[in-house]
């Protein structure tokens, strides 16, 4: 589908937002079309990567009530539970602005975050430069006295986080980017006119998104927010046409498929479709399941309980299943207001790391194979390496019996060898009746255990 051609003059005030081009070397050149970006073959990188961190934070963090869309919640809906919260807590002149300064950031040190990140065992983390609200985690011109340099924290985020990702760990840095804001007076204009002025996008959204790219070059650009705008009025066709042209990341840069309404699960780089998508088998494009490890909110909540986050066994049975179907896993945590990963969450991610240590060989760099799951026992998720003859077997419940059937794998006497990752040891098979083997596991103590939560066997030569 192409999309409409823009009034000359709005692609007239779009060429001059436009940072001048640069080098493109032999790369092809993609037209502001659909037709053509939807052809963009997504960087290798993308895919073998697996395993990403998303972190939502900014001044939703301060009141941490119940969810990342507070302001919209206690002000537009106006939920009782959010305005007797704001009524018995805060003085009744306060506005959402005035919890700016009271994001502090205080105890927020990029360094120890990269290094939180790394020991999680993720390839790429994505940090919310903006949301929903507009306070932008950097120093935007456009968004002048809503910034995190302006206004509390008075610091860079997104560069202190890109420079601590990028010096400490082997993670590829990301940013999210909100298109719209709820409450920004030139977007609630443009909506009232359907849409037909453009003021927002062409003098706040575009800046912003050629400012990001150009100062910090994320190589994942999480676009989020279309507000029930077409892709016409934000222009995204003839920007992602230059992020894959001219831009400094043109070449490994990745984007997902939220660039106005009705391109999510459509257009774009790699689909998300909708928040905690997990189809349960295999799709033909390449896919992310960006999930909570909190199960109600993307950012911190103050009045979360310990049964509201997803156990790290939940966690990897997401991890295995999103990974075995042609999927990333985008794990969210919400920091706090004074910058610091709460303990459950910095407990979900190294024990994530723990485990990735041990069964990593079974998720990076793999391919779903021609099976996505057992047959004959639940809760087995395949993988493959085509080139190492590889196939791997991740099981979330370890057999009393000591004997795990699998249906799907085609084995041949003497040539069919199994181990256990971390085990280190071959293991004893017999081909079933019908199809697949019944695998003899090691009889191993908890301690010998190689890891706890899932195992992974590594299958060589089935089909």
């Not at 001044?59 to 809906?77: A, D, H, L, N, T």
């Not at 927002?200 to 070059?217: A, C, D, F, G, I």
């Not at 639940?378 to 699998?406: C, E, I």
């Amino acid at each position: 589908m192409r999309s409409p051609k823009l009034p000359g003059l709005v692609l007239s005030l779009l060429l001059l937002l436009l940072p001048p081009p640069g080098p493109v070397g032999g790369a092809a050149r993609f037209d502001p079309t659909w037709e053509s970006l939807d052809a963009r073959q997504l960087p290798a990188w993308f895919d073998q990567a697996k395993f990403g961190i998303f972190i939502h934070w900014g001044v939703f963090s301060v009141p941490s009530f119940g969810s990342e869309w507070f302001w919209w919640y206690w002000q537009k809906e106006k939920l009782p539970s959010y305005v007797d919260f704001m009524k018995n807590n805060y003085p009744p002149d306060f506005t959402y602005a005035d919890f700016g300064p009271l994001f502090t950031a205080k105890f927020f040190d990029a360094n120890q975050w990269a290094d939180i990140l790394q020991a999680s065992g993720a390839k790429y983390v994505v940090l919310t430069s903006k949301h929903h609200e507009g306070f932008t985690l950097w120093g935007s011109e456009r968004s002048w006295n809503w910034n995190a340099v302006d206004e509390g924290p008075k610091r860079d985020i997104v560069k202190e986080l890109a420079v601590a990702v990028r010096t400490r760990t082997d993670l590829r840095f990301g940013l999210y980017y909100s298109l719209f804001e709820w409450f920004h007076p030139l977007f609630l204009e443009d909506e009232s006119s359907s849409f037909q002025k453009q003021q927002y996008p062409l003098s706040k959204m575009l800046p912003e998104l050629y400012e990001l790219v150009n100062q910090y070059q994320p190589e994942v650009l999480w676009s989020d927010g279309d507000g029930g705008a077409p892709d016409t009025y934000w222009n995204s066709t003839v920007f992602l046409a230059w992020l894959y042209n001219e831009s400094p990341v043109r070449d490994t840069v990745v984007t997902n498929d939220r660039w106005g309404a009705g391109s999510i699960c459509k257009h774009g780089g790699y689909y998300t479709c909708s928040d905690r998508y997990n189809p349960g088998h295999l799709l033909p494009h390449k896919w992310e399941n960006c999930m909570t490890i909190d199960q109600f909110s993307w950012g911190y909540r103050r009045n979360g309980g310990i049964s509201d986050y997803l156990t790290i066994e939940e966690l990897v049975k997401q991890l295995v299943e999103t990974v075995s179907c042609g999927g990333n896993l985008l794990m969210n945590i919400g920091p706090t207001k004074d910058g610091t990963i709460s303990a459950i969450f910095e407990e979900r991610l190294r024990q994530m790391g723990t485990w990735l240590k041990v069964n990593g060989e079974a998720i990076y760099d793999t391919h779903a194979w021609r099976s996505q799951n057992d047959t004959v026992t639940p809760d087995v998720w395949y993988t493959s390496k085509p080139k190492n003859k590889l196939v791997y077997a991740m099981f979330l419940k370890w057999p009393t019996s000591g004997q795990l059937f699998l249906g799907q794998p085609k084995a041949t006497l003497g040539a069919t060898e199994v181990e256990l990752l971390g085990h280190g040891q071959p293991l004893q098979w017999t081909p079933l009746e019908q199809n697949g083997i019944m695998v003899e596991l090691p009889q191993l103590t908890v301690h010998q255990m190689p890891c706890k939560w899932g195992w992974a066997l590594a299958l060589t030569n089935v089909t």
